[in-house]
């Protein structure tokens, strides 16, 4: 009580009823096989269980919520327990992981009422929870169900703010179309001399370009897109309109109920790419081993370059319907490799202009990389150990590999208002450094600049990637401003998986206590390290008017002992921070306890005024 999801209005055949959490399918990821209800804040919230004859329990397994990493947050948090109206459980659970590998812990909690060994045994020798889930999964590929909604019919209204996923036409799209069609007219003849340069290697020629999505990143029932361009000769965008494109199945609306849904074929090119509104999004059914074919009509030949994508970005829980393998077919001929080629998962914000270029160059480092299908947070953690003097004080992952590296900046060394780095470079698989351009580049919030009355500043997130990182020159680092409720992010990203063996960053030198104090770095959304970065020395060098030099701070993923041995004076090491709650007890009385100050809220009308200014530079913007 409530019964299920099926109680709210529009929702009458949704299968995540009560009796799914009997079914014996638990370790699943499918929703056919959960429950699903609303919640009211404060409210209660019952599932009650009737024996035919009174029983001793002395075990209770819990398997929360699991269909994905985001929807795992809908899983029961504070659960009480009665048997016959006693009290016999009060306390907190454990969040499902969202993923498929773990051990049981990673699925929910396990809850005792007994510590006696003989009825511990026997509960282990009748326990096939590994044994009938491994089953039990490869049965649900195929099982029956009905593909939720993904729309309401706007008639019905809800208390409070529970989320419905719908689209509505809005006026912004018309102001979008309008400024589409003038962009359309200024880049029309840019491409008329396309047919007759001469052949490059890296490029194809034709009218008719086919693109067959064939999986998504996760959704089963959904695949979008928000925009998409075709490169041409110089990598420019040809112009496309709605009339060129034609699709199987076409949109959303080919489902019973979805005829007035705005999400159709024509979002795809109506320019507005960056957005979280899937009013300006393209969605379509999506169904494991079927065609889902996207055909662009060029209406006469054309030299083609590359493809450049934006994923499915409504919210972080949609990304997933996002398109991740597309093969590609120009004029009935396959131009795509074997495995297809990798579409980015997009981030579910605008933090950033999250486009990713795929290219049609024929060159050994152009072709897709495949990510493992073994998650990140699984990936192989054992390797020689470190040389001593190397030691990073924890175990890194080795070789992460994936599209969006993500630096979350989490505390600078004393300034409440402004956040800076001077540098940082990247090394592959093989100890090389990856060449960083500014499209690889983005930061949140990107610079000072974004605060009100101030334009012109120079330290922009492509200052990090100049090479000029060993500096006290405000014209080659980056400075962000501190906001309320905002953590600073800097996002390098690839257009293909890339795998990283190490790191080094240079901190901010200019104003040292601007310098980032705590941060942590993420690969396409998963946390691979965390820890301190030293604040730049502000002693002078050894004449009064030089500068000490900037030192750099290294983050290893590699467990090769040249590299290691090289770089041993520079791994950052984990000192643990002097702000810590601290209570030391002895059998049970506290003898002693520091409590961390609390944090004081900055005023942002005192914020100090800063700028880094040069004449003739322009300001870039991703």
């Known amino acids: ?29 499918d929703d056919i096989h959960m429950w699903l209800a609303p919640y009211t804040a404060n409210g209660n919230h019952f599932i009650c269980l009737t024996f035919q004859q009174p029983c001793k329990v002395a075990m209770i397994r819990i398997w929360n919520y699991n269909k994905s990493r985001i ?3 809908r899983g029961a948090r504070d659960i009480e327990i009665t048997l016959d109206k006693s009290l016999i459980f009060k306390g907190e659970i454990a969040k499902a992981s969202g993923l498929l590998q ?32 491994v089953e039990d999964f490869d049965d649900e590929e195929e099982a029956p169900f009905e593909r939720p909604r993904t729309a309401d019919k706007g008639k019905q209204t809800v208390t409070g703010d529970r989320p419905f996923t719908t689209a509505n036409l809005g006026e912004r799209q018309m102001a979008t179309q309008q400024k589409q069609q003038q962009i359309q007219q200024q880049q029309l003849q840019s491409h008329t001399l396309a047919d007759v340069r001469e052949p490059r290697p890296d490029a194809y020629q034709g009218q008719v370009l086919q693109l067959n999505f064939t999986g998504t990143w996760g959704d089963p029932h959904y695949l979008g897109l928000t925009g998409l361009e075709v490169l041409g000769w110089e990598g420019d965008p040809l112009t496309l309109s709605p009339g060129m494109l034609s699709a199987s199945p076409r949109d959303i609306t080919v489902l019973p109920g979805y005829e007035d849904d705005t999400r159709t074929l024509d979002k795809l090119v109506d320019g507005s790419n960056v957005t979280t509104a899937d009013e300006h999004m393209w969605l379509i059914p999506f169904n494991e081993g079927e065609g889902h074919v996207l055909t662009i009509d060029l209406g006469q030949p054309q030299y083609l370059t590359g493809l450049r994508f934006w994923n499915y970005n409504k919210s972080r829980e949609d990304t997933y319907r996002g398109a991740k393998v597309v093969h590609l077919l120009l ?30 160059s024929q060159s050994p480092a152009s072709r897709p990389v495949k990510l493992s299908s073994q998650p990140l947070e699984l990936s192989v953690r054992q390797s020689k150990l470190m040389n001593e003097e190397a030691s990073q004080d924890y175990e890194p992952l080795i070789m992460p590999c994936g599209f969006v590296f993500e630096l979350q900046l989490l505390s600078t060394w004393g300034d409440p208002y402004y956040v800076g780095l001077n540098g940082l470079d990247f090394y592959n698989q093989d100890g090389d450094q990856v060449q960083l351009t500014q499209n690889n580049i983005a930061a949140y919030p990107e610079s000072v600049n974004v605060l009100p009355g101030v334009e012109g500043d120079v330290r922009t997130p492509d200052k990090l990637i100049d090479g000029k990182n060993c500096t006290n020159d405000g014209k080659h680092m980056w400075l962000a401003p501190v906001l309320p409720g905002v953590i600073n992010r800097v996002y390098v990203i690839f257009d293909q998986p890339q795998t990283v063996s190490m790191i080094k960053l240079w901190n901010y030198s200019k104003t040292s206590g601007r310098g980032v104090k705590e941060f942590g770095v993420l690969v396409d959304d998963l946390v691979v390290y965390n820890g301190i970065l030293g604040m730049v020395p502000t002693t002078r060098g050894i004449l009064p008017t030089c500068d000490a030099p900037t030192p750099y701070h290294t ?50 009308a005192l914020r100090p005024t800063t700028s880094v200014t040069e004449a003739g530079r322009g300001i870039y913007r991703r």
Do not use: W
């Not at 209005?9 to 009560?18: A, L, Q, T």
């Not at 041993?568 to 090491?573: A, E, F, L, N």
């Open 1 to 29: 009580d409530p019964a299920d999801i099926n109680v709210l209005p529009d929702y009458n055949s949704d299968p995540r009823v009560v009796t799914n959490l009997t079914d014996g399918v638990n370790r699943t990821r």
């Open 71 to 73: 929807h795992s947050y």
């Open 102 to 133: 773990g051990d049981l812990d990673s699925f929910g909690d396990t809850i005792l009422f007994t510590t006696d060994e003989d009825i511990l045994e026997a509960m282990a020798q009748y326990d096939e929870t590994y044994e009938g889930d």
């Open 331 to 360: 004029d009935g001929q396959v131009i795509s490799p074997p495995e297809g080629y990798l579409i980015r998962k997009a981030p579910g914000n605008c933090n950033y202009d999250y486009a990713q270029d795929i290219s049609f």
């Open 555 to 604: 983050i290893l993923f590699t467990d090769d002992d040249a590299i290691a041995q090289r770089e041993r004076h520079t791994v950052i090491s984990n000192q643990v921070p002097d702000d810590q709650d601290v209570k030391m007890t002895d059998d049970n009385r506290v003898m002693a306890h520091h409590r961390q100050p609390k944090k004081t809220s900055v005023d942002q």
